[in-house]
């Protein structure tokens, strides 16, 4: 087994410099942090803790990666769901959840992330709403080092599980639904953030509508906030006769648009959160089983965990109203 002396020779430092850098000691240059990692990663070195956690029954943890900012207003009832569906299948499954939130690992690269995460025992990750920006998380994906699973982002390989519903079929579905009810051609389209693979997917499916359809689409960021929406919709609305939003939240700002303008347009949303059923006018929307998702993807952690090859999961989504009465029962 590699020493941490071999180490601080191959990078041309002190022993005590090596363990400082392990140990997250500030007023270390980067420059000598890179030669440390450097000289850990060519030589596989693993400090004495973590491999005796990796040699204990205690190695199997599995952590859950979320980012509240980045969740909207209707975070208590997607993000708490997540927490639900994943914190009830880990106890039917045996297995220890931690929770990590992106705030607890920002500024760290992707070899202190790994050795953060084997010090912990952790074994398995669950990376909920990975952005395309987030490349650190996406390196730790490819380096394979953990059975991780991704929420909501078509990333798989050996080691990698993607679990969510085919969000491009999804908006296609309930934008279709919308538009052939009320007979609409002139489409505005308010999206979600542009760094979002959900984005991405949901703006494919509105396109491939277009087409089929014969539409004509104007497309806006949302940023899948409520107030940008208004905005948005107070600014183009009557000269588009629908509104096809990329989540409820936006559907709600651009319908309390409408009705400060007096004007009708249907409008769509797309999640299924329970404060579409407040909003005093009934609007299609796609529900998501956010607790069924979480646990499918703890259910998928431990398969990987177990030595199962990386796979897409394809969860189920539906087209609904939501009905205050159906609310309050």
Do not use: W
């Amino acid at each position: 087994m590699v020493s941490i002396k071999e180490v601080a020779k191959q990078a041309g430092v002190a022993i005590s410099t090596v363990s400082k850098v392990l140990n997250g000691y500030p007023n270390i240059s980067q420059e000598t942090k890179d030669k440390v990692n450097a000289a850990i990663k060519e030589l596989n070195y693993i400090p004495h803790s973590i491999a005796s956690a990796l040699s204990s029954k205690q190695f199997g943890r599995v952590a859950l990666i979320l980012d509240p900012k980045r969740q909207t207003q209707a975070i208590d009832q997607i993000f708490m769901q997540y927490l639900l569906g994943a914190l009830d299948k880990a106890k039917e499954l045996n297995l220890e959840v931690v929770t990590i939130f992106t705030s607890m690992i920002a500024g760290m690269t992707a070899e202190e992330i790994t050795r953060y995460f084997l010090s912990q025992s952790i074994a398995g990750v669950v990376i909920y709403g990975l952005s395309k920006e987030d490349k650190v998380l996406q390196r730790l994906i490819g380096e394979q080092s953990f059975a991780c699973v991704v929420v909501d982002a078509p990333l798989v390989n050996e080691r990698t599980t993607a679990v969510g519903i085919d969000h491009e079929q999804a908006q296609y579905d309930v934008a279709k639904k919308t538009i052939l009810d009320d007979k609409c051609k002139q489409v505005l389209y308010i999206a979600g953030r542009k760094d979002g693979y959900v984005t991405e997917q949901r703006l494919k499916g509105m396109r491939r509508l277009v087409e089929d359809l014969k539409l004509t689409m104007l497309v806006r960021q949302g940023d899948f906030s409520e107030l940008t929406a208004r905005n948005i919709t107070l600014k183009y609305a009557r000269n588009k006769d629908v509104i096809v939003c990329a989540s409820d939240l936006m559907a709600i700002g651009a319908m309390n648009a409408l009705i400060d303008m007096d004007i009708f347009r249907p409008v769509c949303g797309f999640d299924g959160i329970t404060l579409m059923g407040y909003v005093g006018k009934q609007m299609n929307t796609i529900r998501q089983d956010f607790y069924g998702i979480s646990s499918q993807a703890i259910q998928e952690v431990k398969l990987l965990i177990d030595g199962q090859s990386g796979r897409q999961v394809i969860m189920p989504h539906g087209i609904v109203k939501m009905y205050y009465k159906d609310i309050i029962c």
